[in-house]
């Protein structure tokens, strides 16, 4: 049934076109890394939306994370590189080669290790959730440390409403070096306050005192919870 489509012109359309999806990077893509000698396991899916422009997000199928915040996306031919915000803050720098894997490095101030990411599926980019518009005394910028155990990590949580009435909102964690984080599932009901930090797998629930000034309650990661006073600067 296929014989009269293949013949001529047709058949150069038909392979043509195999040729190029095969040289596109768009697609869901898995690959290994491997850190401290364990190695880790990572997903990229990457894909145009409805105005042709490159969206991505990252993932990590042992922990069950996926939509891990892409930033500084650029895709040119068969070039790929982004900053990976959530993981540490790591550049990811990738080529598609001839074999048609997505090979490169990922890299932040500890180190360089390679990656080879190879096609999987289809793209299922999962670009962050918007969350609705903040109070203007919680708007700002907010800053506190975090004790778990003997290690300290100070924080600054960023909320800035936007033209659409949502906010966006980050968490720089100098501690680590990681800056720009997003934060989901930001939610104000009166004086009560609550966020979610996804690759932490973690949350936070406090209340803003009634001068505006302070926002005092519990971050909780899987089992365990710590108070966290957060103020404002």
Excluded: Y
Aim: proline share 4%; with cysteine; net charge neutral.
């Amino acid at each position: 049934m296929f014989a009269p489509f293949l013949r001529g012109a047709g058949a150069a359309v038909f392979f043509a076109s195999l040729v190029c999806a095969q040289g596109s990077p768009d697609g869901h893509w898995e690959g290994v890394i491997t850190v401290n000698n364990r190695d880790v396991g990572l997903s990229l899916d990457l894909a145009r939306n409805e105005k042709s422009q490159w969206t991505a997000s990252m993932g990590v199928p042992a922990q069950n994370v996926t939509g891990l915040f892409v930033k500084d996306l650029a895709v040119s031919g068969k070039s790929v590189k982004f900053l990976a915000v959530e993981l540490q803050m790591s550049t990811v720098d990738l080529t598609l080669g001839p074999d048609g894997k997505l090979t490169g490095t990922v890299s932040n101030q500890r180190g360089s290790v390679p990656v080879a990411f190879q096609r999987a599926g289809d793209a299922k980019v999962e670009l962050p959730p918007t969350s609705p518009a903040v109070s203007k005394e919680l708007e700002g910028d907010w800053e506190g440390t975090l004790q778990a155990g003997s290690a300290a990590f100070q924080m600054v949580v960023h909320f800035r409403n936007q033209a659409d009435k949502t906010v966006s909102a980050t968490i720089d964690i100098s501690t680590t070096g990681a800056m720009g984080m997003p934060i989901a599932g930001v939610k104000q009901t009166g004086q009560k306050v609550e966020f979610d930090l996804k690759i932490a797998r973690g949350s936070f629930r406090g209340t803003l005192n009634a001068e505006g000034t302070e926002i005092s309650g519990q971050f909780t990661h899987e089992a365990d919870t710590v108070p966290l006073i957060l103020r404002k600067k």
